[in-house]
């Protein structure tokens, strides 16, 4: 009998540790999971704060733009709506300002469009006739035009 009672005092005593290790186990996994929890949320509201402020980004550029295709659209159509009477020539042309147009030709990325803007930029330049600008600033708003066609 006090075999019996040594292996159930065994027993009982390997259940109680058991017991013990299994509860802080279980608390280990709880915090754990608080934790995860925790962080999983604090993700979830960063990524809806990037959400929102993409949004609002999205928005405000759409707006730049439709605002940018109204202006094009009124300064294409504007150019078009008239026609110049005769020759009539600038009397001066700022070689710091016609310097800096030609740059800025130069740095567009598209090769075909850059072409025709370098050949009616350099016509207006040699002929200093208003026809050659506006032939020139025509052909400069279709292309604004239609690059900002191309977004939406």
């Known amino acids: 009998m006090k075999i019996y009672s040594i292996a159930v005092t065994a027993v009982c005593a390997i259940a109680l540790i058991l017991v013990g290790y299994f509860g802080?186990?279980?608390?280990?996994?709880?915090?754990?999971?608080?934790?995860?929890?925790?962080?999983?949320?604090?993700?979830?509201?960063?990524?809806?704060?990037n959400q929102e402020a993409l949004t609002n980004l999205r928005s405000l550029v759409d707006s730049g733009l439709n605002n940018a295709k109204a202006s094009a659209a009124i300064l294409k159509d504007s150019s078009e709506s008239f026609l110049i009477a005769g020759d009539i020539k600038i009397a001066t042309l700022?070689?710091?300002?016609?310097?800096?147009v030609s740059?800025?030709?130069?740095?567009?990325?598209?090769?075909?469009?850059?072409?025709?803007?370098?050949?009616?930029?350099?016509?207006?330049?040699?002929?200093?006739?208003?026809?050659?600008?506006?032939?020139?600033?025509?052909?400069?708003?279709?292309?604004?035009?239609?690059?900002?066609a191309n977004i939406h």
């Open 94 to 100: 700022g070689a710091k300002e016609a310097d800096a």
């Open 103 to 148: 740059a800025q030709i130069q740095s567009l990325p598209e090769k075909m469009d850059r072409i025709a803007l370098e050949q009616g930029w350099s016509y207006f330049e040699k002929s200093h006739k208003v026809s050659d600008y506006f032939a020139f600033a025509r052909f400069l708003a279709n292309t604004i035009f239609r690059n900002l």
């Open 24 to 49: 802080w186990y279980a608390q280990v996994a709880k915090s754990d999971k608080e934790s995860a929890l925790r962080q999983w949320q604090q993700t979830q509201d960063e990524l809806s704060k």
